[in-house]
């Protein structure tokens, strides 16, 4: 899918690796979010009974869960992730505040985890109230995946370790919201920056977005291809998309946590003039915080080692260990992107 987008491929992935969702006919011109999911709003008690799938083993996706995948990524020790959301008929993403955005009641998102070769879980976000600071706002449910991969049962509010004999912890309901209360309007990897790039063909990205009038204000205009271009070379893209992505969801200026720990890991598209003016280079590079009751630089340039972020997210126990959820493994992905950013500041 190019950015002269004008319909959606309807070749949605489906739950297991290799199977895909068939295709009769050329796409539509124009495709809408314009059937309900059928299931119970308030509680579904099964995956199938969320709308995603077709049958129990959800092998095939329904056409009006529309796939997505966002270029800055929440690590999951190695896991890999397939994404859907549901918009209701006619419905549009508030997006007045290009930070944060508020989605219509009756959004739904699902995220599914599958961990060494083996499907665990898939996650379900289910809007319920129009005012998402209002308790009970979001509905948030983990359901497991059974070891003959056809069937699941709901695994919140409790969650469950090691889930289906892999290394892969389901994450209880309170977990789910610690996550995702920390941010306003609650979805953390459907966002402007987060889909501001070339999706693969199929996938929801900005323009497509903007193609299917699902905004209510649309981004300006692409400048070389990014409707919100980051500042720098690309050591400093990778380094801040990471702490966007790992880091942000919590480490932000509407956190409750922001009052003790004011630190801004989370892209703000105001602020993108320069490497900086970026949140992240303001509130760690030579900033000290404190780690096993040492203090020190959060950022030390050209001191990866020397450098409180590099210690924290290199743990293996929490505390220290950074994300504090969600995670047992360092990523190594995201230690070079931090490393070599951390290696070239001045």
């Not at 109230?129 to 069937?151: C, E, I, K, M, V």
């Not at 950022?299 to 504090?324: C, D, F, L």
């Amino acid at each position: 899918m190019g950015r002269s987008f004008v319909a959606i491929l309807l070749l949605v992935a489906a739950c297991g690796d290799d199977a895909k969702t068939p295709v009769d006919g050329p796409p539509p011109d124009d495709l809408v979010f314009d059937t309900p999911i059928d299931g119970d709003p308030n509680h579904p008690l099964t995956l199938a009974d969320t709308g995603l799938c077709m049958d129990l083993a959800c092998t095939q996706i329904s056409p009006m869960a529309k796939p997505y995948a966002p270029q800055y990524t929440l690590w999951s020790d190695g896991a890999t992730k397939k994404r859907w959301i549901y918009l209701p008929a006619g419905a549009q993403i508030d997006t007045t505040n290009p930070n944060f955005w508020k989605f219509p009641v009756g959004t739904k998102l699902w995220k599914e985890f599958t961990r060494d070769g083996v499907r665990v879980e898939t996650r379900l976000m289910m809007k319920l109230l129009a005012d998402d600071a209002t308790p009970g706002s979001w509905f948030f449910a983990s359901y497991g995946w059974n070891q003959a991969q056809n069937a699941t049962t709901e695994a919140t509010p409790t969650g469950m370790m090691n889930a289906n004999g892999t290394g892969h912890d389901i994450p209880s309901r309170q977990q789910c919201r610690r996550c995702h209360e920390n941010t306003p309007g609650r979805v953390l990897g459907f966002q402007a920056l987060s889909l501001d790039f070339q999706g693969q063909p199929g996938e929801l990205d900005l323009d497509a977005l903007v193609a299917l009038n699902a905004l209510t204000t649309n981004p300006p205009a692409a400048v070389g291809g990014f409707h919100y271009p980051l500042p720098g070379n690309p050591v400093d893209k990778a380094a801040y998309g990471y702490m966007h992505a790992n880091c942000g969801g919590c480490h932000n200026r509407t956190s409750s946590i922001y009052a003790t720990t004011t630190l801004e890991l989370r892209m703000d598209v105001t602020k993108l003039g320069a490497t900086t003016t970026m949140p992240a280079y303001v509130t760690t590079v030579n900033v000290n915080g404190t780690v096993g009751g040492l203090t020190g630089p959060i950022v030390a340039p050209m001191n990866p080692a020397g450098s409180v972020i590099i210690t924290r997210t290199t743990a293996t126990t929490s505390p220290p260990r950074m994300p504090e959820l969600g995670t047992e493994i360092v990523d190594p992905a995201g230690q070079t992107a931090l490393t070599n950013w951390i290696n070239q500041l001045p």
